[in-house]
């Protein structure tokens, strides 16, 4: 790839950002400009960048911005990994922020690059083309408001200043994408840590942690599944007591011991058909009976939800205990033949595909619902934590009640939104406003 296409790749892609892009909310402009971006590198690693399109896809059917933030990140994270690659954590931790960083190096080489060359034939007419435009457009947007309405239309404000940053932003890091694809740095390194722990090292703590993991799951094996009984026959406990008290506890010990068996795998001998049965046999019944205690958590934590309703704090970390035992078993997997090169990659993939599971069940959607189905059966119902939430939520509260509706949706506005903005959530809210007449709120 040469300076010269380099630069008009990365200015392709940043007039593409500054047309496409809605920064100021969730839209579909987000996952058009991935796609463009990526269209125009071509030499990508596919699987990383259609998780990167996905994440940033989530803006076009789910308007709550919290989330969208999270998938944004994440697809960022994943862009970069289809650039820059990764197999090792060590790589996967440097891919993951490599375009942004590399961009730094990417500008001075990019000027020598087409200083030697000489820039490319159409840099002149192009130049001279977007300083007419400049100069010429808001003249002639401020003569005429239906040219002014045609042209917001189809670009971006441009008084905001907007389309400015977004160009850079976009561009300049297309181009560091570029340079990654050019000089393909080694982002794993080639240092392997040495294995020095015998067996007599680590079989007795690790032993030990096994020993008291199943004398927890032995001495509460009646209650870690009882659930609503157990709450009601013993004494002094409260559902906050057993859910919320246990579940962080718990919460803990499953990230704890993930680092006491990657510290173990990584270090323990394996000179022995003796020592690798050992390392399978003690590290795979700590992680069945972590996965147990991974299933304990859930559990409290939705009994906790059904008696106190749901809400974005607690369906999200019960995503992310979802997600920890999901990578228990890709340990357990990796346990089996005692090869683990594969499970950096894929404990980060599972992770950005749990992120677009997450946004699949529509969360801020979901909360609404159940907590509309325990107002049902229970008669209580936070209304005003549930008119907090996006506007996702607007069709299951739209089911309420009018008393209840008028409270949960009194000040909820839902503009309109151009093409770069549409969002299928925001668009199932207005058509449930459309068909509300909301009456004095009643509470």
């Keep these: 790839m040469t300076p010269n296409r380099v630069l008009l790749t990365g200015t392709a892609a940043g007039i593409g950002a500054a047309v496409l892009l809605p920064l100021d909310e969730p839209g579909l402009g987000w996952s058009l400009t991935a796609a463009l971006v990526f269209a125009l590198l071509r030499k990508v690693r596919p699987a ?4 990167s399109v996905a994440l940033f896809a989530v803006g076009a059917f789910v308007a709550a911005e919290w989330l969208f933030v999270l998938c944004a990140i994440a697809g960022c994270a994943a862009g970069s990994l289809a650039i820059a690659g990764g197999r090792t954590a060590r790589g996967m931790v440097f891919g993951a922020g490599a375009v942004p960083i590399a961009t730094v190096r990417a500008v001075p080489w990019l000027a020598k690059g087409v200083k030697e060359r000489g820039a490319p034939p159409m840099t002149r007419p ?25 042209l917001g239309s189809v670009v971006p404000d441009e008084s905001s200043g907007q389309p400015i940053v977004l160009f850079l932003a976009v561009g300049l890091g297309t181009i560091g994408a570029c340079y990654l694809l050019v000089s393909q740095p080694n982002l794993d390194g080639t240092a392997v840590l040495p294995r020095t722990v015998a067996r007599r090292d680590w079989v007795l703590p690790v032993g030990a942690l096994v020993l008291l993991f199943a004398t927890f799951v032995g001495v509460q094996i009646s209650t870690l599944f009882a659930g609503d009984e157990h709450v009601i026959t013993t004494a002094d406990l409260t559902y906050a007591d057993y ?10 010990v499953t990230v704890l011991t993930l680092g006491v068996i990657a510290v173990v795998a990584r270090l323990a001998h394996l000179d022995s058909p003796t020592d690798r049965r050992w390392l399978r046999g003690l590290l795979g019944a700590l992680s069945v009976l972590t996965l147990v205690i991974v299933a ?8 906790y939800q059904q008696a106190y309703g749901f809400t974005v704090l607690r369906v999200l970390v019960s995503a992310c205990e979802l997600w920890l035992g999901l990578v228990y ?3 357990l997997a990796a346990g089996v033949r005692l090869q683990a090169g594969w499970l950096a990659r894929a404990v980060v993939g599972t992770g950005f595909a749990a992120l677009v599971g997450l946004a699949a069940i529509n969360p801020d959607r979901f909360i609404a619902e159940r907590n509309i189905d325990r107002w049902q059966e229970t008669g209580k119902i936070d209304v005003w934590y549930l008119s907090t939430l996006s506007d996702d939520a607007v ?3 739209a089911s309420l009640p009018s008393d209840l509706r008028a409270c949960a949706l009194k000040f909820r506005r839902v503009g309109s939104d151009d093409w770069r903005e549409w969002n299928l959530g925001r668009q199932h809210a207005r058509t449930s406003l ?10």
């Design 243 to 252: 859910a919320r008290t246990g579940f962080w506890q718990l919460l803990a």
């Design 126 to 150: 192009i130049l001279a083309t977007a300083a007419l435009l400049l100069v010429f457009v808001p003249l002639l947007a401020g003569a005429d408001a239906a040219f002014a309405n045609l």
């Design 329 to 331: 078993l890709l340990v």
């Design 395 to 397: 069709p299951a509260l």
């Design 48 to 51: 990383w960048a259609v998780l």
């Design 296 to 303: 304990s958590a859930l559990t409290r934590m939705w009994l």
């Design 434 to 443: 459309a068909d509300l007449e909301l009456g004095p709120c009643g509470r």
